[in-house]
């Protein structure tokens, strides 16, 4: 499935930056960075329950927050980008 991840951490102070330090490598574990706060990951269900899991434990609930969009299994029908930074598909032939 298809899961835009968004954050929004404080980063008033040097735990606030800790914590959004902590969320950007734990996204990047499981998805393609499309914003600087915003991931598209493609995982199934019991690995987005782990991954929801651990940032849940990560934010600080009174003062961060995470927001996710569950766009389903259909990846293709559902996005549209325009401007810099293209996208790469996440599914496709990666080439080292």
Known sequence: MLILITYDVNTGTADGRKRLRKISKECVNYGQRVQNSVFECEI???LWLKVRHKLENIIDKEIDSLRFYY???????KREHIGCKPSLDINGVLIM
Not at 71 to 77: I, M, Q, V
Request: proline share 0%.
């Open 44 to 46: 199934d269900n019991a």
């Open 71 to 77: 766009l389903g299994d259909s990846k293709k029908a």
